[in-house]
């Protein structure tokens, strides 16, 4: 039995026993969610002191553009999107501060990546932060670590700033210069920052260890998104699950082949829990883009 294989069979024991509550919903997912792994072509927390400590030049998101490209922004926004994105965040921020929280190490830290480029990483990315955001208490702090094709910026429309990159180059020596506020109160941002000629490999460095391990101990009440690059061809992806306690994985509809992810998720870390989600993407109309599904196991179990 593969490794996802094996998550969903231990999810659905999990279910029987009634571990966790069975909605329609999670079922219609679930199925969704088996039915790609099985195909084998588918053609296709607050600072301790309890300040925040954040870099003083604020980035306002235009909510109505958010809205508009699809993203959640308001009780406004299309009704199945905040549906889809509550039922995948619940799974993560159990695994966050849940039970589950007590046996994966740095629990709070999620990446978000997927076999290929182009599959939907930013766009979940930045929909799952602005949902737990939106309606949480809790505070997300979402960074652009797709360093080599930044788009978070782009997607969120603010001018690109120092980031990510300019730390691990030590140019800029306090996290707090590069984490940005927004207009969303619980919504924080780390951008990519300027590209450099040693980027991805920054991305493996010790200086992004310390940086998640400061991130993870400075801010334990706090989601922790990572936009990540594509798994398949770039070596610092594995490397980076290294360093989170959750991965989640996108998958595109129809697209994605199921070899791949196996061999995707087969590269990352054994010891986090790993979250599966599918994305049809339409990109010509982004409110009515079908739907989500999402499987959620620990690899080897
Ligand atoms: N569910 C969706 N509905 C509509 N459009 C989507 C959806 N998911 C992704 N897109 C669009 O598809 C394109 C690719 O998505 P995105 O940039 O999120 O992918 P990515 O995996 O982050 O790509 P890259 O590998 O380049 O970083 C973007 O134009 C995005 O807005
Ligand atoms: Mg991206």
Sequence with gaps: MSTIEKALAKQKLAQQEKITNITEHEVENEAIVSKTTSTSVPETSEPVNNKESCNKDKIILNGDRLNERGFIYSPDSAHHIQE??????????NNAFGLASKTLHNSNLIMVTSSHPNEG???????????????????????????????LHRELEFDSKKGLLEYLLAEVTSLSDIIYSTNIENLKLIPA????????????????ESLAKELAERYPDRIVIFDCPPILGVTETPVLSDLVGQA????????????????????????????????KTIRSKKD????????????NQ
């Design 84 to 93: 889809e994105f509550r039922h995948i965040k619940r799974k993560l921020l």
């Design 121 to 151: 990483k930013t766009y979940i990315a930045i929909n799952l932060a602005l949902s737990i955001a939106l309606e949480q208490d809790k505070t997300v702090l979402l960074i652009d670590a797709d360093v080599l094709r930044p788009s």
């Design 248 to 279: 989640l994985i996108v998958v595109e509809e129809s697209k994605t082949k199921t070899d791949d992810v196996k061999t995707a998720v087969s590269q990352l870390n054994n010891d986090i829990a790993i979250g599966l989600v599918m994305n």
């Design 193 to 208: 920052g300027k590209p450099h000629h040693l980027t991805n490999e920054l991305l493996a460095s010790e200086r992004m």
């Design 288 to 299: 009515i883009y079908g739907y989500y599904g999402y499987g959620y196991g620990r690899k």
